[in-house]
């Protein structure tokens, strides 16, 4: 049984990578905080009886299964929204250029112009994908779990995480390759994929 201190140092440990993970999943940082919050709290409150060895495969698994919460209610929205969307106004007004534009190092304007269209790009690419292959695709190469973790964290087998893994990255070679961004051009523009 781990001690208050014990959960304390561990949530204190994973709560930046965890943050960055699902506001890239979600797309909005109060979204991501929200569920990463609700996760700490989901870990603290029904697993404190439980080895701090157990945590990071916990906590990955019960992450996970929050975001999945999460878009089934936001499904559940947007089709209540657009049913009623027809009885409001239009507006275009949500459209910041602005926002566009990551400032990014020294690089120019061009440069950073650029990057974050390829970004964009490959972004869209990794929306598109099935759920699991996302998922599979995001866990492995971008939070860089390895194969064993991520399959506990996606509760499946090792050999589906490989399978989904493999997918993504065919699916998303096509994808880049169809939009005009191959592998030098995305080591040229900085990316890491």
């Not at 409150?45 to 906590?59: G, I, Q, R, T, W």
């Amino acid at each position: 049984m781990a001690s208050a201190q014990e959960i304390s140092d561990f949530l204190r440990q994973v709560e930046k990578r965890a943050f960055r993970q699902t506001a890239y999943a979600v797309r909005d940082d109060h979204i991501a905080l929200d569920i990463v919050q609700d996760a700490m709290l989901k870990l603290a409150d029904k697993y404190a009886n439980k080895p701090v060895s157990e945590y990071p495969m916990l906590f990955q698994r019960i992450l996970q299964n929050t975001m999945r919460d999460y878009w089934r209610r936001q499904k559940v929205r947007n089709l209540w929204t657009s049913l009623f969307s027809s009885f409001s106004p239009q507006d275009d007004e949500e459209f910041d250029l602005l926002e566009t534009l990551e400032v990014e190092g020294e690089e120019g304007p061009a440069e950073q112009f650029e990057r974050s269209q390829t970004m964009r790009i490959i972004e869209k690419a990794i929306e598109k994908l099935p759920s699991r292959q996302r998922e599979a695709f995001v866990l492995r190469y971008w939070e860089e779990l390895d194969v064993a973790e991520t399959a506990a964290a996606m509760g499946c087998s090792e050999g589906s995480v490989k399978t989904h893994c493999s997918r993504a990255v065919s699916t998303l070679s096509q994808w880049l390759e169809q939009a005009g961004i191959g592998n030098q051009k995305l080591q040229k523009r900085g990316v890491k994929l």
